[in-house]
């Protein structure tokens, strides 16, 4: 079974439904390299050997973990696999979650992103929201739609 993601829009997602997300392939509280390397890099080869085509990761996972994963794991991708992002926000070596969320951060994290995901493009990119500190949505977006 599969959806669509923006279906109504010029650049339709079509995936199957069920996806992974990639956040528990890191260390201890998403922070750090996994304790068994090979065996995240099997998960995510076996995850799309078996059909799934939609992968859910962030720069702030690890930090930068599962990206760097992901692109020893998969990369060169295959033409189906939709490679889905967040920005928004960052974490601390002290684990702790913090806004980050100007334009020019989130522009800063697309291009990790793309840097670290080994991609030109990104297809799909969620926004994460954070309360306290949180800049407004509009402001977020400032120059960038």
Request: aromatic letters at 6%; one cysteine or more.
């Amino acid at each position: 079974m599969t959806i669509t993601i923006a279906q109504h829009s010029a650049h339709p997602l079509t995936v199957n439904r069920l996806g992974y997300g990639t956040m528990r392939l890191t260390g201890p509280e998403i922070w750090g390299e996994p304790a068994n390397r090979g065996e995240a890099l099997e998960i995510l080869k076996t995850a799309v050997g078996a059909g799934v085509n939609f992968l859910d990761t962030a720069d702030y996972y690890g930090e930068d973990v599962t990206n760097r994963l992901i692109a020893e794991a998969l990369h060169p991708y295959w033409p189906g696999l939709v490679i889905c992002t967040k920005v928004g926000a960052t974490r601390r070596p002290d684990k702790s979650w913090v806004p980050y969320n100007t334009p020019e951060n989130l522009r800063a994290s697309i291009e990790n992103n793309l840097r670290t995901l080994r991609q030109e493009q990104i297809q799909l990119v969620h926004l994460r929201l954070m309360g306290h500190g949180a800049v407004p949505l509009a402001e977020q977006a400032r120059g960038h739609v």
